[in-house]
């Protein structure tokens, strides 16, 4: 597998094989692009479960979802963590995977843009679901459209043979459009 690089990345999306929407080549790095904080978010109210037993899976309104205004923005709190969406729906053929890392600029503020879904399968589609978290002692305030993370591409040696989205797999998240809850064990 090797890490795709500038020009590898804009020909693949100028020819529809990679899907990036909306398209911004000036966001283009050496071998990632950027992407941006879209205004969709779930946050958790902590008080409705006395825990997240993994045998049961998430009770239910764990989350609720809520939309920001791009001149409000959305405050996480020290020591919060939320869900948070790309404002990106991307589309990864079945010969390509992704990694999506949060800015190293951000990371040195304190906030963490994922957790543990870093990777994206080939055969994705839909906008990229973030695991917020303010590890500061401060609020941080983040503003739709914000540049949050770089996405990163990786050519396999062949095309997957049951790609996500495929009707075997029970692909949870494909086609989401808005930060998605778990849907552990559903």
């Known amino acids: 597998m ?9 020909r693949p999306v100028e020819e529809g094989r990679i899907v990036i929407k909306p398209w911004d080549p000036s966001l283009v790095q050496p071998a ?13 109210h902590n008080h409705r479960a ?4 993994l045998r049961q899976g998430p009770p239910e309104g764990l989350t609720e979802g809520i939309t920001v205004d791009p001149q409000d923005g959305f405050v996480i709190h020290p020591g919060e963590f939320c869900l948070g969406r790309t404002e990106e729906w991307i589309e990864l053929p079945d010969d390509v995977v992704a990694r999506i890392e949060g800015k190293s600029s951000l990371g040195r503020l304190g906030l963490i843009v ?7 399968d080939p ?3 839909g906008t990229l679901t973030l695991e917020l978290n303010n590890l500061t002692r401060v609020p941080i305030k983040l503003y739709p459209g914000l540049l949050i993370a770089q996405l990163s591409f990786m050519a396999l040696d062949k095309a997957a043979e049951r790609p996500y989205g495929s009707e075997a797999l029970g692909s ?5 459009v808005a930060a998605t809850e778990s849907r552990y064990m559903r």
């Open 2 to 10: 090797s890490v795709l690089s500038d020009g590898t990345i804009r």
């Open 114 to 120: 994922h957790a543990t879904a870093g990777f994206i």
């Open 123 to 125: 055969g994705w589609k």
């Open 172 to 176: 949870h998240y494909q086609g989401q």
């Open 32 to 44: 990632s692009v950027d992407l941006r904080l879209g205004d969709s978010f779930r946050v958790f």
């Open 50 to 53: 006395s825990a997240i037993d």
